[in-house]
């Protein structure tokens, strides 16, 4: 059952999911090309970063009208602060301290609450 966007969002469809896998892709790949320009800057790669950061939020708009605001962001937020640490922890080699790595897991548990709340709360 979708609920009109103007409301407060619909319930997130396969197509919706496809869509944030998407923008999800696109974002890791310009937070990839931004790593790179930091650490090597050049004009291709800052063009490459904006193109791709761009790429992605107008996916999210096109989310952001059929699912509503609330829901396209936050879902998309706690995906993408997985993501992109897990890409940095992995690929770069970065490292958190403990107090950051308890900051992380409450920015999920947080977006999550935010997320699911209404629908536990029988919305």
């Known amino acids: 059952m979708r609920r009109d966007a103007s409301k407060g969002g619909g319930i997130l469809s396969f197509s919706g999911l496809l869509q944030l896998g ?5 974002f890791l790949l310009a937070a990839t090309a931004a790593k790179q320009w930091g650490l090597a800057p050049s004009l291709g790669k800052i063009l ?3 193109a791709l950061y761009s790429l992605g939020n107008l996916i999210m708009l096109r989310l952001i009208r059929e699912f509503g605001m609330s829901v396209s962001f936050s879902l998309s937020a706690v995906i993408q602060l997985v ?3 897990v890409v940095a922890l992995a690929f770069f080699g970065e490292r958190v301290n403990a107090l950051q790595a ?6 999920v548990g947080a977006v999550a609450l935010i997320t699911l709340g209404p629908y536990l709360q029988g919305r």
């Open 48 to 50: 490459l970063t904006l």
């Open 22 to 26: 998407l923008s999800t892709v696109i």
């Open 83 to 85: 993501s992109v640490n």
């Open 102 to 107: 308890a900051g992380i897991v409450m920015a």
